[in-house]
């Protein structure tokens, strides 16, 4: 059986309610992992649990925020006395907001000398905008990490995977917060690789591209379901010419994860993107 090897393990998955998230976790319960889920929506994270164990898999589901350390603390006690300790830590909470985000992909003159009403600028990003969105996407990943790698250390196997983002390698327009935010993950990845290899633990991350969720379905579809014009932008530069799914992750999951596979692979950011980043537009 493939990733034998992976069961009775214990996985940790941060934003597990999300589409993402709750992707990585059915796809490690059905090769045995045990699977404890964390999101901000506790309600929603026990629905994914309970699809999990409706399946014969074992979850659980607690409601956690990622960057309070008490909360965390706690989650960690209770994932341990119910699953065992953790094994491999996903780290996929993050998202944006419009705080930290421009009205127009670039500054124009008349922007400055008369601005339209309801146009955002450079100029006009809110602070605390941009603190949310760094905090929740490279705060989020550090904090958690301090508390499970704890008990990671030394352990056989072990392994983390971060969830970077193709804005990592370039930024995308309207975006500056969250692009910026996700460059830090991709560095703070290369950075705990090195950091933990002598203990053993492994830590890598996958860069997805554009995929079709939930959070992002008003900006990449019109109500009629045609593309928006920046989806036509993405399109046009994915040489797979669509939207990825939460199924196009679970090789560079499962690959990841386990050891037999990728057991000399450390510090990588791995790209899943349809072709994105390959494609210069010409």
Do not use: W
Not at 148 to 171: C, H, Q, W
């Amino acid at each position: 059986m493939l990733h034998e090897n992976l069961k009775n393990r214990v996985a940790v998955i941060t934003g597990g309610s999300g589409v993402l998230g709750s992707g990585f976790a059915k796809d490690l319960a059905r090769f045995g992992v045990k699977v404890a889920i964390l999101g901000r929506n506790g309600e929603n994270a026990q629905k994914v649990a309970d699809e999990i164990t409706a399946d014969g898999g074992t979850a659980i589901a607690i409601s956690c925020n990622v960057l309070d350390a008490e909360n965390l603390e706690s989650a960690r006690q209770q994932i341990n006395s119910t699953l065992g300790t953790c094994d491999i830590l996903i780290n996929g909470a993050g998202g944006n907001s419009p705080l930290g985000t421009t009205t127009k992909e670039t500054l124009e003159l008349k922007d400055i000398a008369e601005k339209a009403e309801g146009v955002k600028t450079f100029f006009d990003l809110d602070a605390k905008g941009i603190e949310y969105v760094f905090n929740l996407n490279f705060l989020g990943t550090l904090l958690t990490t301090q508390c499970f790698a704890k008990d990671m250390v030394g352990k056989e196997n072990a392994t983390i995977l971060n969830i970077s983002s193709m804005n990592s390698y370039r930024p995308l327009t309207k975006i500056p917060a969250y692009s910026a935010a996700k460059a830090a993950v991709s560095n703070f990845t290369q950075f705990m690789a090195v950091h933990f290899a002598d203990v053993g633990i492994r830590v890598n991350a996958i860069a997805p591209g554009f995929f079709a969720t939930n959070q992002n379905k008003a900006l990449l579809f019109n109500e009629d379901g045609s593309l928006t014009p920046r989806s036509g932008k993405i399109i046009g530069h994915t040489p797979l010419r669509r939207f990825g799914v939460p199924e196009d992750l679970t090789g560079a999951l499962l690959f990841l994860c386990d050891e037999e596979y990728s057991g000399f692979i450390t510090g990588v950011i791995l790209p899943v993107d349809g072709g994105f980043s390959a494609y210069s537009g010409v």
